[in-house]
């Protein structure tokens, strides 16, 4: 059957992509940032993952303001990817896996989650810079990918909690999946910041490390938290921190931190990087 190995979280801002594209990551701005991300590639070589599952939030190409699903999911063999307007250099095609898409649909559906299913599907800097971060050195894309939108934008969100239980019916998901692969799920965005009005730039370091902290061994406490309360703290795209709750859930309740590195500001944003591994 289908195995979860392990989950990492970690920011997508548009200008980490630019930044790789220029080659600046041994600058001073940026070095600290990208050094951070070396652990999670050597962890990622270790357990040679075939699928990941990128959990992130369209900006545009997919769905606009006046039409969101909450939850969506890639249902396609591959997925390419554009720019909504970054300036990011195009980035070679993805696989997909649409058997593997449409038994997960079929699963999260029986388990009443209400997904969306995309038979086409534009990826943008929140599927691509995490992409990037990881494997941006190979000449290939090294995995098939399973794009996983959720809705940050768009008012009425979904709530942490609710997050967090999308998370656990993927892992039922998974599992049931007779074929054999090894997943990694990526929990994409936040962490804290804000990017428009009158707190533009705010972040909270206090509530990052917090959540880097409880996010491991109590994401109950996390789920817990509104989504006014959350923007109240992190800002308006802090809440994007639900969706590291749709990875978490999906591993077991016993993790083990392979490796933490939080770096602030990125473009004015609070960027948390974790890499969980499944324990038995």
Same mark, same amino acid.
């Given at each position: 059957m289908a195995k979860i190995v392990g989950g990492l979280t970690t920011s997508h801002i548009p200008a980490i992509g630019l930044a790789m594209a220029g080659g600046l990551e041994n600058t001073p701005y940026w070095k600290r940032f990208f050094d951070g991300y070396e652990p999670a590639k050597e962890w990622l070589v270790k357990v040679d993952p075939d699928i990941v599952i990128l959990v992130y939030? /369209? &900006?545009?190409?997919? +769905? +606009?303001?006046d039409n969101i699903p909450t939850f969506a999911i890639g249902c396609a063999d591959q997925y390419e990817? %554009? /720019?909504e307007g970054w300036g990011l250099q195009a980035t070679a095609t993805f696989t997909g896996d649409a058997e593997f898409s449409w038994h997960l649909a079929e699963s999260l559906i029986r388990q009443d989650f209400d997904m969306t299913t995309c038979q086409e599907m534009l990826v943008d800097h929140g599927f691509i810079v995490p992409m990037g971060l990881m494997w941006r050195h190979l000449p290939e894309?090294?995995?098939k990918t399973i794009p996983l939108a959720i809705n940050t934008l768009q008012h009425p969100l979904p709530s942490a909690s609710r997050c967090l239980a999308l998370g656990r019916a993927l892992r039922v998901a998974i599992e049931s999946y007779p074929e054999d692969a090894k997943v990694v799920i990526f929990g994409t965005g936040g962490m804290s910041h804000?990017?428009?009005?009158?707190? %533009?730039? &705010?972040?909270d370091v206090d509530f990052d490390l917090k959540c880097m902290e409880k996010i491991v061994d109590d994401p109950e406490w996390m789920a817990g938290l509104s989504n006014s309360k959350i923007i109240e703290i992190a800002g308006s795209e802090g809440i994007e921190i639900i969706m590291w709750l749709v990875m978490r859930g999906a591993l077991n309740d016993n993790v083990k931190v392979v490796h933490k590195h939080y770096h602030v500001p990125v473009s004015n944003t609070g960027s948390g990087l974790l890499v969980l591994e499944n324990s038995a």
């Amino acid at each position: 059957m289908a195995k979860i190995v392990g989950g990492l979280t970690t920011s997508h801002i548009p200008a980490i992509g630019l930044a790789m594209a220029g080659g600046l990551e041994n600058t001073p701005y940026w070095k600290r940032f990208f050094d951070g991300y070396e652990p999670a590639k050597e962890w990622l070589v270790k357990v040679d993952p075939d699928i990941v599952i990128l959990v992130y939030n /369209d &900006h545009g190409l997919n +769905f +606009f303001l006046d039409n969101i699903p909450t939850f969506a999911i890639g249902c396609a063999d591959q997925y390419e990817n %554009a /720019d909504e307007g970054w300036g990011l250099q195009a980035t070679a095609t993805f696989t997909g896996d649409a058997e593997f898409s449409w038994h997960l649909a079929e699963s999260l559906i029986r388990q009443d989650f209400d997904m969306t299913t995309c038979q086409e599907m534009l990826v943008d800097h929140g599927f691509i810079v995490p992409m990037g971060l990881m494997w941006r050195h190979l000449p290939e894309w090294p995995v098939k990918t399973i794009p996983l939108a959720i809705n940050t934008l768009q008012h009425p969100l979904p709530s942490a909690s609710r997050c967090l239980a999308l998370g656990r019916a993927l892992r039922v998901a998974i599992e049931s999946y007779p074929e054999d692969a090894k997943v990694v799920i990526f929990g994409t965005g936040g962490m804290s910041h804000q990017l428009q009005g009158e707190r %533009a730039g &705010h972040i909270d370091v206090d509530f990052d490390l917090k959540c880097m902290e409880k996010i491991v061994d109590d994401p109950e406490w996390m789920a817990g938290l509104s989504n006014s309360k959350i923007i109240e703290i992190a800002g308006s795209e802090g809440i994007e921190i639900i969706m590291w709750l749709v990875m978490r859930g999906a591993l077991n309740d016993n993790v083990k931190v392979v490796h933490k590195h939080y770096h602030v500001p990125v473009s004015n944003t609070g960027s948390g990087l974790l890499v969980l591994e499944n324990s038995a």
